[in-house]
């Protein structure tokens, strides 16, 4: 069993950044692929990046590649998505999801979810 909480969220101006933590539960957590989903209001739950247990494989949606970057530190139970450039379409709850056996992708969710939380952009 592990319980996700995720932190960081806010309010900022267009092209900003914002660093959103995902802390865990749990001794295993560190064998845990974890992904962040976003959910802006009127719109289905999407993907936005994930990280493999050990950190060897990031993957990313196009539409944050190069402006979103996905860490973790085992040693802290935490995953981590540091977010710059953001733009007004990056409003969203942002979600911590974790699998032992998948990486989250924007095919694959995983079993455990945050609660999310809220990053607002302005323009």
């Known amino acids: 069993q592990v319980q996700l909480v995720e932190s960081g969220g806010g309010v900022v101006q267009a092209g900003g950044s914002l660093k959103l933590s995902c802390a865990a539960s749990?001794?295993?957590?560190?064998?845990?692929?974890v992904g962040w989903f976003r959910q802006a209001p009127g719109k289905e739950r999407e993907f936005v990046a994930a990280?493999?247990?050990?950190?060897?494989?990031?993957d990313y949606a196009d539409s944050v590649k190069a402006r979103f970057a996905i860490s973790r530190d085992n040693a802290k139970n935490t995953v981590y998505l540091q977010m710059n450039s953001l733009k007004p379409e990056d409003t969203a709850v942002y979600y911590c999801?974790?699998?032992?056996?998948?990486?989250?992708?924007?095919?694959?969710?995983?079993?455990?979810w945050g609660q999310g939380t809220q990053v607002t952009v302005s323009s």
């Open positions: 990280i493999t247990w050990n950190g060897g494989v990031i």
């Open positions: 999801n974790a699998d032992r056996l998948l990486i989250p992708s924007s095919t694959d969710r995983g079993e455990y």
């Open positions: 749990g001794r295993t957590f560190s064998y845990y692929g």
